[in-house]
């Protein structure tokens, strides 16, 4: 398999998840799995990834996206999900994680719900922990939920985090 499918697959997956960590679906959110679907066009030339990349590229190009539409693209990659599987799980992972960042940021805002659920994610993800985002992304979130809120300071804070993990 095209390792650049399978990070694009990945990043799609986790995509999804940071999406829908909230249960809402806003214009923003589906102008960036729109922004996926435009990065990822050329790499939908044949086989599997085409499969399901034109099944979702048809539930988003209706316009609006509603959250049983989202579960609606889970089930389709999960269907796919044999087609994908990857040589090293922690590159996986960290593509999966990258994609939820997309999804928390695509909103433009950060509320505790979602930083809780990165954090149970990464605890159940702790295979991680010798990868250098994982170590810094928990003790983070960690220090951000100790008084059970996300402040502007913090959401403005894990930001920047999310920015600079994306941009590496």
Request: with cysteine; proline share 3%; charged share 30%.
């Amino acid at each position: 398999m095209n390792p650049k499918t399978t990070q694009a697959y990945n990043r799609l997956k986790g995509l999804l998840h940071g999406v829908f960590l909230d249960r809402h679906v806003n214009r923003n959110e589906i102008m960036e799995l729109k922004d996926w679907c435009y990065a990822h066009e050329e790499l939908a030339t044949d086989g599997p990834f085409k499969d399901f990349f034109y099944e979702i590229k048809a539930i988003l190009d209706t316009g609006v996206v509603t959250a049983e539409e989202i579960l609606d693209m889970n089930v389709i990659l999960t269907d796919y999900r044999k087609h994908f599987i990857p040589k090293d799980q922690a590159i996986a992972d960290i593509n999966f994680l990258k994609g939820i960042c997309y999804g928390i940021l695509a909103d433009g805002e950060i509320n505790k719900h979602e930083v809780y659920m990165l954090k149970t994610w990464l605890k159940e993800n702790e295979h991680l922990c010798t990868e250098p985002p994982y170590k810094n992304f928990y003790i983070i979130i960690t220090k951000v939920l100790e008084d059970n809120k996300v402040d502007q300071e913090e959401a403005k804070m894990l930001k920047q985090l999310f920015s600079d993990f994306l941009s590496e």
